[in-house]
């Protein structure tokens, strides 16, 4: 069973200019959610889309904004890029297996470097 | 506001030296506490779910088991393929899905 793919690996952009990374989830999860990493502030939670509709949403500024389609891939985009949103982005799927707790599964990101 | 710490930051063992990470966890109510192994570069990788005190669940060299304040993360007789960055997270009662992540425990196995 394939696992949640993100494209492009990695990319390497300049100040202010705008990025958008693609998701694929496991074959048949609905909900897909968006993570920053960087060294400093571990896994912060950007934004979750499940049917097509964001449920949840971090505390992260405007600039970042992400949507899914109806085949439940997504993309997440960052606009007018800052030095400080240099990180590995992961993309997760997630699947229910309780009637309370979802499961996630992780991509190997998206390496972005801001110069 | 539900928190998770995990300790050590970093852990250094010789091959065979067997040790436990840490996870403490501050939360109204527990739905499920996630166990992840990341390597350098790479996207987490699940390793277990746990849902109630008591509970154990065990793969290869790892045992994690739960208590109503904090997870252990056993690692028995590690070898270096053991070195990743272990990862834990719980998703709360009330409100969203969304896990907590705690910073995580990097540890390195000398051979």
């Known amino acids: 069973k394939a696992g949640v793919t993100q494209t492009p690996r990695y990319l390497i952009k300049t100040r202010g200019q705008q990025v958008t990374l693609s998701c694929s989830p496991i074959?048949?999860?609905?909900?897909v959610s968006w993570y920053q990493q960087t060294p400093g502030q571990g896994l912060q939670f950007l934004f979750e889309?499940?049917?097509?509709?964001?449920?949840n949403k971090g505390n992260f500024p405007g600039r970042f904004s992400g949507r899914q389609f109806s085949n439940s891939r997504s993309e997440m985009n960052v606009s007018t890029l800052e030095l400080g949103d240099s990180a590995l982005y992961l993309c997760?799927?997630?699947?229910?297996?309780?009637?309370?707790?979802?499961?996630?599964?992780f991509g190997e990101g998206s390496r972005l470097t801001v110069l | 506001e539900d928190q998770v710490t995990q300790s050590p930051e970093a852990l250094r063992l010789q091959e065979g030296e067997s040790s436990s990470l840490n996870c403490s966890y501050t939360?109204?109510?527990?739905?499920?506490l996630f166990w992840y192994r990341q390597d350098p570069g790479k996207g987490p990788e699940f390793l277990f779910t746990?849902?109630?005190a008591g509970e154990e669940k065990e793969k290869e060299r790892l045992k994690a088991t739960l208590t109503k304040k904090e997870s252990f993360l056993h690692i028995t007789a590690p070898k270096p393929e053991d070195s990743a960055t272990y990862l834990c997270?719980?998703?709360?009662?009330?409100?969203?899905?969304?896990?907590?992540f705690g910073r995580g425990t990097s540890l390195i196995v000398h051979p």
């Open positions: 889309y499940f049917s097509e509709t964001q449920r």
């Open positions: 074959s048949g999860h609905r909900s």
């Open positions: 997760a799927s997630s699947l229910k297996v309780t009637a309370n707790t979802w499961e996630l599964f």
């Open positions: 997270a719980v998703q709360a009662t009330g409100g969203s899905y969304i896990p907590t």
């Open positions: 939360v109204s109510g527990l739905r499920g």
């Open positions: 746990l849902y109630s």
